[in-house]
């Protein structure tokens, strides 16, 4: 699944961390519950971005690309999908994407998928992401 290269991403963001943008996970979970989801909220997820501490980071989409297969696949599948075009406004194009861990997978995007797209589609090559400082 998605953790199958970790050690690159890993080093990757190891090598880009800027300390001085730090976040309580209390903060990034309501930014969670506040951005909101298409796919609707998710306690379990929001119950386990409180208990990190986050960075703000400006990272590859082509490096998330690469570990994360879940993202890759959707991306394939959903760059061509015109009801993306109606959800989103220029604000909510700019909110950072959430990388942390689910059950089943580390170190992947658990919530941003549709920004990303939306990103590629105009030609942008960075995402901004809050980062779990404990996945380090």
């Keep these: 699944m998605g953790s199958r290269n970790n050690m690159n991403y890993k080093q990757y963001l190891k090598e880009n961390l800027n300390t001085s943008d730090t976040y309580s996970g209390i903060v990034i979970a309501n930014y969670y519950k506040d951005i909101g989801s298409r796919e609707g909220f998710d306690e379990i997820l929001y119950n386990e971005i409180l208990y990190n501490t986050y960075l703000?980071?400006?990272i590859k989409i082509s490096d998330l690309l690469k570990t994360d297969i879940n993202l890759n696949y959707f991306i394939k599948n959903e760059i061509n999908d015109t009801d993306i075009?109606?959800?989103?406004?220029?604000?909510?194009?700019?909110?950072?994407i959430i990388i942390g861990d689910t059950q089943f997978d580390t170190n992947i995007v658990i919530d941003g998928y549709h920004r990303i797209v939306e990103l590629l589609r105009n030609n942008k090559h960075y995402v901004?992401?809050?980062?779990?400082?404990l996945q380090l």
């Design 56 to 58: 703000l980071k400006k």
């Design 85 to 96: 075009d109606n959800y989103f406004s220029s604000k909510t194009m700019k909110q950072p």
């Design 128 to 133: 901004n992401a809050y980062v779990p400082t």
